[in-house]
């Protein structure tokens, strides 16, 4: 009769990549660092990230891009907690391939 189901499907069925991504909050910016490797082993060799404002483009580096926003840029969404004390941010990575030499993220080793 309806519902969900017991397990969740595969990652691919849900159109989620596995690649490796580290939050940081602080006080008043979120960091999110995405490793390059792990985007090459999912087929982007060359890909653009932006947060949900694609204004908030990634800085790469030889390992890993990088987005960094204030708390209420980036089209953040703020969720406030049920204590009504804690506030949930939340934004989500976009990434597209792009051509070789294509825009989409500053980086820093150039």
């Given at each position: 009769p309806g519902g969900f189901p017991i397990f969740p499907p595969d990652l691919e069925e849900r159109?989620?990549?596995?690649?490796?991504?580290?939050?940081?909050?602080?006080d008043k910016r979120m960091v999110v660092s995405v490793d390059k490797e792990s985007l090459k082993?999912?087929?982007?060799?060359?890909?653009?990230?932006?947060?949900?404002?694609?204004?908030?483009?990634?800085?790469?580096?030889?390992?890993?891009?990088?987005?960094?926003?204030?708390?209420?840029?980036?089209?953040?969404?703020?969720?406030?907690?049920?204590?009504?004390?804690?506030?949930?941010?939340?934004?989500n990575v976009i990434i597209n391939p792009v051509e070789a030499g294509g825009g989409g993220l500053v980086d820093e080793d150039q």
């Open positions: 159109n989620v990549l596995d690649i490796g991504v580290h939050v940081k909050c602080e082993a999912n087929g982007f060799t060359n890909a653009s990230l932006t947060l949900q404002d694609p204004e908030c483009k990634a800085v790469a580096n030889a390992t890993h891009y990088t987005l960094e926003t204030p708390l209420t840029g980036c089209k953040t969404t703020m969720l406030p907690m049920s204590d009504n004390v804690k506030v949930l941010h939340i934004n």
